[in-house]
């Protein structure tokens, strides 16, 4: 079974930037494509970004392309989001997701999510 754990939320300033990190266990990432998802205070669960297993290629949200930048290490057995110039809309939290096959944004395609972790972006 694929577990995954978040981390690297925090408060910080619009202008600033933050890493976020998925580890991963359980399994090795190799064959899994993983996303990110964002959910705000009382809003469902939206994907910003994905990357694919079979040829790294990425998915970005409009709402984040040049801001934010999605990277896997399957060494590490990790993944991660580096978020630059986040603005109070980023607020929220950022689930880890993983599953087989290709990058989707429909939320009920992830079999596997962590936790969660809360960014805050407020001046």
């Known amino acids: 079974q694929l577990q995954l754990v978040e981390s690297g939320g925090g408060l910080v300033q619009p202008g600033e930037s933050l890493r976020l990190s998925c580890a991963a266990s359980?399994?090795?990432?190799?064959?899994?494509?993983i996303a990110w998802f964002h959910q705000a205070p009382g809003k469902e669960r939206a994907a910003v970004s994905c990357?694919?297993?079979?040829?790294?290629?990425?998915y970005y949200a409009d709402s984040v392309k040049g801001r934010f930048t999605i990277s896997k290490n399957n060494s590490a057995n990790a993944a991660s989001l580096q978020m630059n110039s986040l603005k109070p809309d980023d607020t929220g939290v950022y689930y880890c997701?993983?599953?087989?096959?290709?990058?989707?944004?429909?939320?009920?395609?992830?079999?596997?999510w962590g936790r969660g972790t809360q960014v805050t972006v407020a001046s």
């Open positions: 359980g399994r090795t990432l190799d064959n899994y494509y």
């Open positions: 990357i694919s297993s079979v040829d790294d290629s990425t």
């Open positions: 997701a993983a599953d087989r096959g290709f990058c989707h944004v429909d939320s009920a395609k992830y079999r596997y």
